[in-house]
Each structure stands twice: as structure tokens, then as C-alpha cells.
């Protein structure tokens, strides 16, 4: 097994988590965003510098994954894909103060098990060239991925919550980014292997299709980013995305089959499924109280109680948009540029 493109793919996911933390940092300096008004959502994040540094560090990051793709099979792939959550979990909570309940913590140890079964399964197996799909096959895999989500997001952002209700973790909303962002690395994957010969890459799908995906999955995550805390986003989304990168695009492509490793494999996948339909839908108590006290003490956090996050999330009114317990706006290291 290429060892080198094995590094290429764990250096891609940490990659990534960087330029989330960057997009974490936009999302608290903008008003509040929504999937029913596209075209302020698309003024909002181009305005921001912030957020242009961070999506340009998450296309480095898109662009190293499909190197690595190019000399591994997404077996061979997926634990250094998971792996990197170790980075997210780095970057979030020491650095940024976020916090995990326990039974969080719970679904975190859970996709570490999965990832130490997934490189398991892929030991012993040999990188093969997987076979170009149909197109029409591919259209209608990310069209059908696309509504999906499409209606998913939409009933999420639509949903009304009553003035007491607890605010949302954004899991559905973080399965919703995934599984557009697993689209969108199935693209990259079916370009990468097109990659030699240019004419054939032109004429393919792949391309066009991220170049539609790609934005939306942007987009829905600026909103999840918004709302919820990073680690959670992130656990949610990555979990998704490489659970679906990995069983749709084995089959779309015809990658090898683990035959021998499929007791390994298998329980892989179940406890990827598993972690993400554990994690909690709504925040605890105790997060809300953390929150409301941070709130209530301005001067201990040193940040102007006056300060547009806060008028912003004002403005969105209770219930609307649920409330993020760990606001970027008042990290403990990093502070937005406003």
C-alpha cells in the first residue's frame, strides 16, 4: 500500500478541519443565514474575508484527497479519512473551548473503533483501478444525493420551534452537509481517475456535477456552522461523507470487495452508522447554562456585549435559529475578524 498517499489523504482531512475553523469564525460575524434566501447567503459569504480564506484552505484540502484517491482504493483510504477527526476534535476542544457530553464523547470513541476496523480491513489490500461508471448512472446518483438533501435541509430550515424549545445540536442539518459533501468527493474521485487523459475528463460528468455540489454543500455548512458547534458538524458530516464516499462509490465504480476482511469491514460501517445516530439531537442543560452565564458576564469574556454576533443572533429571535451554547465570537484563542 502506497504509504506516501496514505499521507496525502490524512493530510487532506487536516487540512480541511483548518479551514472550518476559519469558517466557524466567519459564521459569527455574519447575520443570520438561511437556506430560503440563496442569493443573501451567497452575499454574506462573499463578503467575508474570513470565509474566503477558509474555503480556499477547504478546496487545498478537496484537491490533496484527490491526489491521494488517485493511487488509493477508498478502503484503503477510509481510516486515514477518519483518522483526521482526531484533528477536529484537537482544533475544537482545547483551541476553540467547545465541550462534549459524555455520551458525545461516547460517539467519538465509537468512530475511532470504526477507523481501527477499517484499517484492519484494508490491510493486504492491493490498489486496482476502479472502472469508469455510465453517465447516466453517475447523473443520477448526485441528482438523487442533491434532492435528498436538498429537502432534507429545507425541512430543517422550515421546521418551527417553539420559544422554550431546546435548541438543536444540528445533526440533521450536519447528515444533510454530508451527504453533499460525500457527492461532491465522489466527483473528485471519478475526475481523479480521468485525470491522464483531459479529453475524456471534459466530456465526463464529474466535473460539472462538483462544480454543483461543491457550493451547496458550502453553503449548507456555513448555515449548520451558524447555528451549532463545530465538533459536532463536524463529527456529523465527516462521518457521513466518507461512510457515503466510501459504500457508493465502491459500488459506482466496481472497487474490489474486502471478501476476506468483510468481518472487520462490516462492523466498520455499522459503527460509523451507529456514532452519527447517537449523538445527541438537542443541547444538554448544562451547555445552555454555560451559555446564558457567559451572556450575562460581558466583562468576563472581555468581548462587547454590543457586538454585531450578538445583534445578529437577536434578530433571528428565539426558537428560529437555534442558538450555538459555544459561540465562536468568544473563544478562549481565536476571535473573528470583524
Do not use: N
Amino acid at each position: 500500500m502506497p504509504q506516501h498517499f496514505q499521507a496525502l489523504a490524512l493530510l487532506s482531512t487536516t487540512v480541511y478541519f483548518a479551514g472550518l475553523v476559519y469558517l466557524k469564525l466567519a459564521a459569527t460575524a455574519m447575520p443570520p443565514l438561511s437556506g430560503r434566501r440563496p442569493w443573501r447567503l451567497t452575499r454574506a459569504l462573499l463578503r467575508s474575508r474570513v470565509w474566503l480564506a477558509g474555503a480556499a484552505i477547504v478546496a487545498v484540502g478537496a484537491g490533496v484527497q484527490a491526489a491521494a484517491l488517485t493511487r488509493l482504493t477508498l478502503l484503503q483510504a477510509q481510516p486515514m479519512l477518519l483518522a483526521g477527526l482526531a484533528v477536529l476534535v484537537v482544533l475544537t476542544v482545547p483551541l476553540l473551548g467547545e465541550r462534549l457530553t459524555l455520551r458525545e464523547w461516547g460517539c467519538v470513541v465509537l468512530l475511532a473503533a470504526a477507523t481501527a476496523l477499517f484499517a484492519g480491513a484494508a490491510k493486504g489490500v492491493q490498489y486496482q483501478e476502479g472502472r469508469d461508471a455510465p453517465e447516466r448512472l453517475v447523473i443520477a446518483v448526485a441528482a438523487l444525493s442533491i434532492l435528498v438533501s436538498a429537502v432534507s435541509f429545507l425541512a430543517c430550515d422550515l421546521a418551527r420551534k417553539g420559544t422554550h424549545a431546546r435548541p438543536l445540536t444540528g445533526v440533521a442539518l450536519a447528515i444533510s452537509v454530508g451527504v453533499l459533501t460525500g457527492t461532491a468527493e465522489l466527483m473528485l474521485k471519478g475526475a481523479g481517475g480521468l485525470a491522464a487523459h483531459l479529453g475524456d475528463l471534459v466530456e465526463a460528468p464529474y466535473l460539472y456535477l462538483f462544480a454543483l455540489t461543491a457550493p451547496l454543500a458550502l453553503g449548507q455548512l456555513q448555515i449548520a456552522l451558524q447555528r451549532s458547534r463545530l465538533v459536532i458538524v463536524g463529527l456529523v458530516a465527516t462521518a457521513t461523507a466518507k461512510t457515503y464516499l466510501l459504500l457508493v462509490g465502491g459500488l459506482l465504480f466496481q472497487e474490489p470487495w474486502p471478501v476476506p476482511s468483510t468481518t472487520r469491514f462490516m462492523p466498520a460501517v455499522a459503527l460509523s452508522v451507529l456514532a452519527v445516530a447517537a449523538v445527541p439531537h438537542h443541547e444538554s442543560a448544562h451547555a445552555l447554562k454555560e451559555t446564558d452565564d457567559r451572556r450575562t458576564t460581558p466583562a468576563a469574556s472581555g468581548v462587547d456585549d454590543e457586538a454585531p454576533v450578538e445583534r445578529h443572533a437577536a434578530a433571528a429571535g428565539p426558537g428560529r435559529y437555534p442558538r450555538d451554547p459555544h459561540p465562536a465570537g468568544r473563544l478562549p484563542l481565536l476571535r473573528p475578524h470583524r
